[in-house]
């Protein structure tokens, strides 16, 4: 079967709108489970010869920067649990937030290799620098990208593919 990437982030990182710059046109989704998986839809990708399956989640939603609601928790749980490796997505124009911390923090708790998008990165200059306060985070390199106009998804790529 193939790899499945789960991508993980709080709200408004732009989950949705990477995952649909990744799967482009290819718009088949190999199952859609409703209820208890709220929300999580998986879609074929590729990137050079490798083929993967991409699960958007609802995002992780902390309470109080420590505790996130017990459903998404769940789902995300869920979602990881089957996962060959994960894309966290933060907001590079909102920077760092407490919530970002918390997830990475519970990331880095789980065995599932993770790679960091800093998305809305649409200048390259400009994303560098947004992107390096995110080394904070103990997750590895973070790799700017902008999911609306595509430009560092292929770096992105070429380290998510390490790992499938
Ligand atoms: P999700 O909740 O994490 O799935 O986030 P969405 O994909 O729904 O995006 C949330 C908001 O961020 C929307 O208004 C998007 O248009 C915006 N957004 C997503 N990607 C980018 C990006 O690369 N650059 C900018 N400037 N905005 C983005
Ligand atoms: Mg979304």
């Known amino acids: 079967s193939l790899p499945i990437v789960a991508i993980i982030g709080r709200p408004n990182v732009g989950k949705s709108t990477i ?46 920067d420590t505790e996130f609601l017990p459903m998404i928790r769940e789902q995300a749980m869920l979602a990881l649990a089957e996962a060959k490796a994960a894309i966290l997505v933060v907001d590079g124009q909102a920077g760092l937030t407490t919530s970002d911390e918390a997830i ?37 390199e973070p790799f700017p990208v902008s999911g609306i106009h595509g430009n ?5 790529l070429d380290e998510l593919i390490k790992y499938l």
């Not at 200059?125 to 985070?137: C, K």
Request: proline residues 3%.
């Open 152 to 156: 560092g998804t292929g770096e992105l």
């Open 104 to 140: 990475a923090r519970w990331l880095r708790q789980q065995t599932v290799p993770v790679v960091l998008a800093v998305n809305k990165c649409e200048s390259p200059e400009q994303g560098l620098t947004q992107a390096s306060e995110f080394w904070q985070l103990g997750l590895g």
């Open 19 to 64: 995952v649909n710059r990744l799967a482009g046109v290819q718009d088949a989704i190999v199952h859609d489970e409703p209820g208890v998986t709220r929300d999580r839809t998986y879609r074929r990708a590729f990137w050079q010869d490798r083929e993967y399956v991409v699960v958007d989640t609802g995002g992780l939603v902390f309470d109080d």
